[in-house]
């Protein structure tokens, strides 16, 4: 359709000052703490670093309360850090911004407006014409297999369309970086499974860079590039693995030795990690 492509749409993002060779996304150093009810102190984070370079699929995974969407909010600005700094595209994250689109595990719609007027909302709210937000909006609706149902509500809407549609509203808005908070949790299995191969294809046209959190290892090996497993409280990357699996990516593969091979040594950490708070 048209001219546009999830290769060069670049609509109207912020514009960033690019740093040579810089990762996407920078986590340095993060803490986070909060003061309990008792007045004692709860440690959620302690000097998390890591970096994600451009057009990677990172994904986060630990075990339960380990701080992994703890660091998804601070880094979409919906937080603060009590120690340390993010930084997007070489800029310091200092609150909410266009530069980062966020998927919730909830369900995040507006009920009151249709699939394209949710898809379009960032949009609209940013003055773009409405010839050109038609032609992007468009072009994710059929991205994300919505093409016949542009003019539903979210009420006339499964589960898993949904999420597709917070996915399409995410990208529309062209950011730097996709953060996805268990997406696709609250699905069925076979929904899941379709969720994960239609996130594989659209991934593969846009290369957004992705920040993934996920509790599932074979959701995590299926999708990332690498895999940032987190230690128990107080939240820590406790090891970084590259998934040595070539890309496109099938539901066949997680019978391949590298696979199954991937999937138990992350098992192993978190195995080790629960242990240890035990």
Known sequence: MGSVTAANH???????????????????KVSLRYQKPDGGIFTALEKVSFDVPDQQFAVLVGPSGCGKSSLLYLTAGLAEPTEGEIYVGGQHVEGPGADRGMVFQSYTLFPWLTVRQNVEFGLKRRGMPAAQRKEIVDYYVNEVGLTGFADNYAKQLSGGMMQRVAIARALANDPQILLMDEPFGALDSQTRLQMQQLLLRVWGNSKKTVLFVTHDIDEAILLGDRVYVMGARPGRIKQILDVPIERPRTLDMVMERSFIEMKREIFGLLHDELEEAH
């Open 10 to 28: 670049r609509f109207a993002a912020p514009t960033v000052a690019p740093v040579h060779a810089a990762p996407r996304l920078q986590v340095d």
